[in-house]
């Protein structure tokens, strides 16, 4: 990578670090520390909202998905305004009014203490592990593509971010997340003009050869729980996601604990209403747009780097003839992507549109053969969706620009991560440390366990992230065990809303949701996740209120 | 309960997202297939 682009990510790197570490001002005690003293405005907290979610894999994986799937994934965030605007106007003003430090504390204000320390000991396994996993994505990345051992890649993300997150609190996580918005936000519109400006068709052509291909379908209105990106599994599933998510998940809820009122609260969440759904489909169509660019400019037949190497130390001949197929089809697809775009009428259009989706298959025939070798070789999964937007990156953007881009990557990732530990520590203190062990310590000392526990967060997300190859199946366990419990938390939270509903009908509640969506994960696998959230949230709910119900007859009794 | 400005806040949503969905209709309609 050219020196300019070194520049601008050591430039990066440095200056979030610095502007984090300088952000102490009121953190002296434990709610400036983790709750900015509740005094932030609501545009920075909405844009820290945004920041938390959009992680390293959005800007990578999700602009690959673009490229090779297009625009349906975009689908399962229908649900994401109608939560906000439920989450607006029920849980918002609850937590506010409890005056709490986390989702959890709640629960045993409402319920009891077994209730909310399992909520928090759900959460704090679920996001231990997924810190790694955000961590880990982006730096399996850039060690095939920079050829970097994977601890420096980890390093690279992981220690500014611990840094300034353990340092400056939430003002620092919160004002970093903003910054960090920004940056994102113009790479994306930086690329997408330089797509634009260096494509030989116009983007009314490009759009026509992305139609072709089905990369512009965007709604699929089948009914179908075994479908993650339809419309209706992202309007009521996705809607139970978001609830759990934005409502009842630490990491999220700590975000609009930190604005100055209700209000302000409310506006933060609103401002993913409005922008989550553009947002994200600027993001899917740079990936479409990448799709297009390379009809017109040769892309590598294997985008993993790691892979191509590996292949061609192995198995050199069978690669170069690949490559050599390879060639020759991309020439044929690109003149006949060049008809596609330059047809007079209509039955023009069609016919090189149909001579241009035969030249596409063949192209992505070489392709699978290629990813099979690699598969061959390296026993590794050759799914190189992630090294899509890394090599584009890299070897057709400016100078300069290409540095930007991956500087709004490891922000992408910090931004999600410092929120992650920052709320991890906030979980470990409130809801265990001073709830069981030290009820009654000074400021000073929580103050000084927090930055502790931030610490012990973000080197367990580093060793996490480091050994995530070896990892793999205990992480997918995990994450798969993370769905299990996400819609039976939020169940929890709608039970709380029931008037005269009890302790031990959401603790049992809770157990039964989590059981139901694990017997349905096994019994019936073919059930997209999405649905989880559903049931288990239904589940809890049913067993919760009848619990409940009979726990007040016997009392009668 | 809901203050005007989170209810003109509310509309504002409701609009913008109509505005979404229709230009994402329209992009499918155009041009896939």
Not at chain 1, 324 to 334: E, I, K, P, S, T
Request: hydrophobic share 50%; net charge positive.
């Amino acid at each position: 990578m050219h020196p300019v682009n070194w520049v601008i990510i050591l430039a990066y790197l440095a200056y979030v670090v610095t502007d984090g570490v300088r952000r102490t001002k009121g953190t002296k005690e434990i709610e400036g520390y983790f709750l900015a003293n509740r005094s932030l405005p609501w545009w920075a907290v909405g844009l820290s909202v945004m920041a938390t979610q959009l992680s390293a894999v959005t800007l990578i994986g999700t602009t690959g998905q673009g490229a090779t799937d297009g625009l349906r994934f975009i689908q399962i965030y229908f649900g994401l305004p109608v939560a906000m605007v439920i989450l607006g106007v029920t849980l918002i003003p609850l937590l506010r009014k409890a005056r709490v430090y986390t989702a959890y504390e709640y629960l045993e204000q409402r319920f009891n203490a077994p209730t909310r320390s399992l909520c928090a000991f759900l959460f704090l396994l679920s996001r231990g592990m997924s810190c790694g996993v955000i961590i880990s994505a982006p730096a399996v990345v850039f060690s095939a593509i920079f050829g970097w051992s994977l601890p420096w890649s980890v390093a690279l993300i992981g220690i500014p971010t611990v840094i300034y997150t353990m340092i400056g609190g939430v003002q620092a996580v919160t004002w970093a997340d903003v910054k960090q918005m920004v940056l994102i936000v113009v790479a994306l519109l930086a690329v997408i003009l330089v797509l634009l400006v260096r494509m030989p068709v116009s983007p009314d052509e490009a759009l026509h050869i992305a139609g072709a291909t089905g990369r512009l379908k965007v709604f699929d209105f089948s009914f179908t729980v075994t479908e993650t990106y339809t419309f209706w599994s992202g309007l009521i599933a996705g809607t139970f996601l978001m609830l759990s998510y934005f409502g009842t998940d630490q990491s999220q809820v700590q975000r609009h604990l930190t604005a100055k009122s209700t209000d302000a609260a409310r506006s933060s969440l609103l401002l993913s209403a409005y922008w989550k759904i553009p947002l994200q489909a600027l993001v899917l169509l740079v990936g479409v747009l990448v799709f297009v660019y390379y009809q017109f400019s040769a892309p590598p037949l294997l985008y993993n780097p790691a892979h191509e190497n590996a292949v061609l130390q192995d198995r050199a001949q069978d690669y170069e003839l690949l490559q050599d197929r390879f060639g020759r089809a991309l020439v044929l697809r690109d003149a006949a992507a060049r008809r596609t775009a330059g047809a007079l009428d209509d039955a023009a259009a069609r016919a090189a549109m149909d001579d241009f989706l035969v030249r596409e298959a063949s192209v992505q025939e070489v392709r699978r053969q290629a990813l099979a070798l690699a598969e061959e070789v390296t026993g590794e999964s050759p799914l190189d969706v992630n090294y899509i937007m890394p090599r584009f990156v890299l070897s057709e953007l400016p100078i300069g620009l290409s540095g930007l881009f991956i500087a709004a990557v490891i922000a992408a990732a910090m931004s999600s991560i410092s929120s992650e530990l920052n709320s991890l520590s906030t979980a470990t203190v409130v809801d265990f440390y001073r709830r069981w062990f030290r009820p009654r310590a000074s400021d000073a000392h929580y103050l000084s366990v927090a930055k502790y526990t931030t610490c012990f967060w973000g080197l367990f997300a580093c060793g996490v992230a480091t050994y995530a190859a070896s990892l793999g199946s205990l992480i997918e366990v995990v994450n798969r065990y993370g769905s299990f419990f996400y819609g039976s938390i939020l169940g929890v939270f709608l039970l709380a809303m029931v008037p005269r509903t009890r302790g031990w009908g959401a603790f049992f509640g809770l157990c039964a949701g989590m059981a139901t969506v694990a017997i349905v994960a096994f019994r019936a696998p073919s059930v997209t996740y999405l649905w989880y959230n559903v049931i288990g949230a239904s589940t809890v709910l049913g067993v919760g209120l009848l619990l409940s119900w009979a726990g007040r007859g016997l009392a009668r009794r | 309960m809901m203050s005007g400005r989170f209810r003109r806040i509310l509309l504002r949503v409701v609009g913008i997202q109509v505005v979404a969905l229709a230009l994402l209709w329209i992009l499918q309609a155009r041009y896939h297939g």
